[in-house]
């Protein structure tokens, strides 16, 4: 380990739990009705679909075959295991095909 | 998952709850963990480095940024921490969330928990939270020492068997994570309302990810959309009032 991969990994570690510890100061610190806690309610929903979307777009046909098969497989079964297994069986399938 | 608690849960039930209930997506971050030990080694990581990121950073997106950036012999450490902080900044809208969880636990203990959240423990735990259940802290801390083991065991097993998976594409791995992060994301859905900050952060993001290098569009994605979706919730609320 070099002296620039320890900085570089000390650094990493202290600017992650800085950010997570930070969360939680503000969130004793944010009012618990109006339009902050409205906003905050809708925070997860909003970053996962952040997170996927791209990645699906920019992604080709088994990609998008794939986003379907994983949300039918939500809908059918209502559990995470059976949806994600659909999603990559799928991406699997299409790009043997294609 | 699917059964809903009407008793109190103590502390222990919540915790093996919360490490069951996970199972699925450690699964998921066993692949992907895989996958991110074997470029590690590719990108010239030492197993130390490899269980020092893996076991104190714990956050795998930003984990997979830093590869990219890493050249041992003129390791870029200002862009590498930076690109951390703007990937993982995310977290502190999560972190930001868990009010409800946090209510009657001692400090110190909350700030040790916070630790283990990741897009995983995070996504179950508010998921859980659906129709109103009242989820305890153990029930994240569970399902987030879990994620945590996975992770390290899957890191490191990927860091030492190296070359042995020459390409992951090939199997579908690389689709992994989109497969389980859609299956969280429609594990919230909580009916036509969603659509709004949903669709809106989902725009958002596709666009900002084509204009702006790196990984601002989760953020831009996560505020326009989480924005929008609380201005539609109280337009709604306030028609409602006035009909």
Do not use: I, P, Q, S
């Given at each position: 380990m070099t002296l620039e991969s320890v900085l570089a990994i000390a650094g990493m570690i202290a600017v992650t739990y800085a950010i997570r510890a930070g969360g939680l100061f503000l969130a004793d610190r944010l009012p618990e009705t109006g339009f902050v806690a409205a906003w905050l309610k809708q925070v997860p929903g909003a970053v996962l679909a952040a997170l996927v979307a791209p990645g699906v777009v920019a992604g080709g046909v088994a990609e998008w075959c794939a986003a379907v098969a994983t949300a039918l497989a939500f809908i059918a079964t209502r559990s995470l295991l059976p949806s994600m297994a659909a999603g990559i069986a799928v991406v699997w399938v299409v790009r043997q095909l294609t | 998952m699917n059964t809903p608690i009407l008793t109190p849960v103590g502390p222990a039930a919540a915790l093996r709850r919360g490490i069951i209930e996970v199972l699925p997506l450690a699964a998921s971050i066993a692949a992907y963990g895989l996958l991110w030990g074997v470029l590690a080694g590719q990108k010239g990581l030492s197993l130390i480095e490899v269980m020092a990121m893996s076991s104190l950073v714990f956050a795998g997106a930003s984990q997979f940024v830093v590869l990219d950036l890493w050249r041992p012999d003129d390791l870029p450490v200002v862009a590498i921490i930076l690109s951390t902080f703007v990937v993982n900044l995310r977290m502190l809208l999560m972190a930001a969330t868990l009010k409800p969880l946090m209510v009657g636990v001692p400090k110190p203990l909350a700030y040790a928990a916070v630790f283990l959240v990741t897009d995983e423990s995070w996504g179950l735990t508010m998921g859980a939270q659906n129709g109103g259940r009242r989820v305890r802290l153990a029930y994240l801390v569970g399902a987030g020492l879990t994620c945590w083991s996975f992770w390290q065991v899957a890191t490191v097993t990927g860091r030492l068997l190296g070359a042995l998976i020459d390409d992951p594409a090939r199997y579908g791995l690389d689709f992994v994570f989109t497969a389980t992060f859609l299956a969280l994301l429609f594990g919230?859905?909580?009916?036509?309302?969603?659509f709004v900050p949903w669709l809106t952060g989902a725009g958002v993001a596709i666009v900002v990810a084509r204009l702006v290098p790196g990984n601002f569009y989760i953020l831009a994605g996560g505020i326009v959309g989480s924005l929008a979706g609380a201005a539609a919730d109280l337009w709604r609320q306030k028609r409602r009032g006035t009909a």
């Open positions: - | 919230m859905w909580k009916g036509k309302a969603d």
